[in-house]
């Protein structure tokens, strides 16, 4: 009998998560193929409201689904209180994340591709260390519920990373990059490119006497202000009060250049797919507005708790219940050329990545991070790398008076689209 057909009979409500990925992988280290692997990961996901409270339980045994059912039914037994109920079938925007070109990538294929990329880098550092990693997968997933919804998407997830180390005397400088995408994209090159454009300027060290000046947080480098943003206007977080931004819907709490969205209908994008993972159709939230919080992410729990609608954000794995997260994050570019932002800049300095981000305290929107990678300029030039320096803010502080913001712009890590972002005056640190 269909597990979803048998819980039915045994709780009010049930909903069934089924999810399969076939990964495969091909490993670089120090300039030399690694290793190559393929890997399937396929299991089912069940979720139950029996008398009135919530239970879970998953498994990749197609074969004990009768023992995944009561494993289901007793956790409800001992779970949370079940605020909320499945939804039923709705009409979703149709989103493209499946490309069968990417689906079929063979192993030689991504091999190559990994050669591409030492050939970009090698002739112009001999002495750099790669590591790259290129993972193609196929991920398929379905959702059924006791209302009758019953969706499945399909999606060809192809995730290329680069990471750059070199080391000379005391200098050690580490860079990195990533294209991800699940629609294949011709010049599937360009971020490494960009990236040894990158190194091209950091092979210049110059230096700077730290002290209040102008930063820059080119697109890498906005994850700072980013994460505690993003962790902000989670609803989770907004339910258990620990949001700095929780209770001020409609009030302007940022610079007016500052609009944020998050889109989970834009095609090509890891984060992107017609449904959430509850079945809820994906959308456009508009987060932030000119400065003003328009709205916070919810999935269903989180939704009925704080008495509001689900916003589309579930984000699950196998073995993991639904969560509000974020889809794909968007920055709106500003109306600033980025190169009349640099030549207004005297002196200052040009964030492309921080160490540690993430650690500490970082939901009250606090950072307090080196700098892995930054470039002094020095009357509207960019004049080389700088090193031994870090930065400490605010960014609740820092993006209520922001200088200005790039009318260009780039995914960062896959599901962050940001432009530059100009802050007048910060303090940054040196070693010495």
């Not at 692997?37 to 498994?59: D, M, N, P, W, Y």
């Not at 509001?308 to 969560?323: D, K, M, Q, Y």
């Amino acid at each position: 009998m269909d597990i979803l057909t048998q819980l039915k009979k045994q709780a009010e409500q049930v909903e069934i998560f089924a999810l399969q990925n076939e990964k495969t992988t091909v490993e670089y280290e120090a300039n030399q193929l690694k290793n190559c692997t393929v890997a399937e990961t396929k299991g089912t996901a069940v979720r139950v409201i029996r008398k009135g409270q919530l239970g879970f339980a998953a498994s990749t045994d197609d074969t004990a689904m009768e023992k995944l059912a009561a494993n289901a039914l007793e956790s409800a037994t001992y779970g949370d209180k079940a605020l909320f109920s499945f939804p039923e079938s709705q009409p979703a925007p149709i989103v493209h994340t499946f490309d069968r070109s990417i689906a079929e990538l063979p192993i030689a294929r991504l091999v190559e591709m990994g050669q591409e990329m030492l050939d970009l880098v090698l002739p112009v550092e001999p002495n750099a260390r790669c590591n790259i990693s290129l993972e193609r997968s196929l991920v398929s997933a379905s959702i059924r519920n006791q209302k009758g919804l019953d969706v499945s998407f399909k999606t060809s997830p192809l995730s290329l990373g680069l990471e750059i180390d070199r080391i000379e005397g005391d200098d050690m400088l580490i860079m990195y990059d990533q294209l991800g995408t699940t629609v294949w994209e011709g010049d599937y090159l360009a971020f490494a490119r960009r990236l040894v454009e990158k190194l091209k300027k950091a092979l210049i060290l110059t230096s700077i006497k730290p002290g209040r000046m102008p930063v820059l947080f080119a697109p890498a480098g906005t994850l700072a202000l980013v994460l505690p943003l993003s962790q902000g206007i989670n609803g989770k977080q907004v339910f258990k009060g620990t949001s700095p931004m929780a209770g001020k819907i409609g009030e302007k709490l940022f610079d007016e250049k500052i609009t944020i969205l998050d889109d989970g209908t834009i095609d090509g994008k890891f984060s992107s797919a017609s449904y959430d993972d509850e079945g809820v159709p994906h959308r456009c939230n508009t987060l932030i507005e000119k400065g003003v919080l328009k709205s916070f992410i919810y999935d269903l729990k989180t939704a009925a708790q704080s008495g509001v609608a689900s916003t589309g954000n579930a984000s699950r794995g196998l073995f993991n219940p639904p969560e509000p997260s974020g889809t794909n994050l968007v920055i709106q570019p500003g109306q600033t050329p980025l190169k009349d932002i640099l030549a207004g800049m005297h002196e200052g300095i040009i964030v492309e990545n921080l160490l540690g981000i993430g650690q500490g305290n970082t939901i009250s929107g606090a950072f307090s991070n080196p700098l892995a990678l930054a470039f002094k300029v020095e009357k509207g030039e960019i004049v080389g790398r700088v090193k031994d320096l870090s930065i400490a803010g605010n960014i609740y502080n820092l993006l209520k008076d922001v200088a200005a913001v790039s009318q260009e712009a780039e995914w960062v890590y896959n599901a962050i689209y940001t432009p530059y972002i100009l802050i007048s005056e910060m303090n940054v640190a040196g070693k010495n």
